[in-house]
């Protein structure tokens, strides 16, 4: 990891998880209409996901804790004509926003985070995603083989963390790619999670 969130997007190489379009778990999702209504890109980065929300319509908000990742997000919306809300913030603290969602998106934040903060991540998303509104989280598998990159997390860890108060309704084989600047491996086994917030 990092030393700091802006750290990664300020060096001459790209982050790891910095490809520069969207995961391919994503464009699939919204091509089936998926991401639709007031999305959350939670951990948006350089926001290539929101971008992709708002580029098909939904009202999209990415949050980052780093201010340069906002920064770059704000610019490639102003360069591809797309509006799309950014702000720097903790997505552990999301109620901050004082914001509802329909929709929320997770890529490669879940499994930046320890045991305890998972606990306070899942109760901040449940802060301002709205009863029966659907979080689709894509995270490192546990089936990814060594451990360059991020934690890897299993199906079981996903549905502990998220228990009381979420329906998981799908947690499906994927791939997470990957910029190979820092890692040896050009795409990841990952979850595609899709959990909704019971009504
Ligand atoms: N979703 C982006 C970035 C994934 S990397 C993408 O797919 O490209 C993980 C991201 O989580 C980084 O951008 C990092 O700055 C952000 N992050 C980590 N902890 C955070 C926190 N507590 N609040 C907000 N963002 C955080």
Not at 73 to 87: I, N, P, S, T, V
């Amino acid at each position: 990891m990092p030393r700091s969130w802006d750290d990664a997007y300020t060096g001459d190489r790209a982050p790891p998880w910095e490809i520069g379009r969207p995961q391919p778990a994503f464009v699939r999702l919204a091509d089936q209409g998926l991401l639709a209504g007031r999305v959350l890109d939670s951990g948006c980065g350089t926001g290539e996901h929101t971008l992709l929300a708002a580029a098909r319509g939904a009202e999209a908000t990415g949050i980052d804790v780093s201010a340069r990742a906002i920064e770059l997000a704000r610019a490639k919306a102003a360069g591809r004509g797309l509006a799309a809300r950014f702000e720097t913030g903790d997505v552990l603290r999301l109620g901050d926003l004082g914001l509802t969602f329909d929709t929320v998106i997770d890529s490669g934040v879940f499994h930046v985070f320890s045991d305890e903060d998972r606990i306070r991540y899942v109760a901040s998303l449940a802060s301002v995603l709205r009863p029966g509104g659907r979080c689709y989280l894509i995270c490192f598998s546990d089936r990814q083989p060594g451990d360059a990159g991020p934690r890897r997390v299993s199906q079981d860890e996903l549905r502990a963390a998220f228990g009381d108060g979420w329906a998981i309704a799908s947690i499906e084989a994927e791939t997470f790619e990957i910029n190979r600047a820092m890692l040896d491996f050009a795409s990841a086994q990952a979850w595609l999670a899709a959990i909704d917030r019971r009504a």
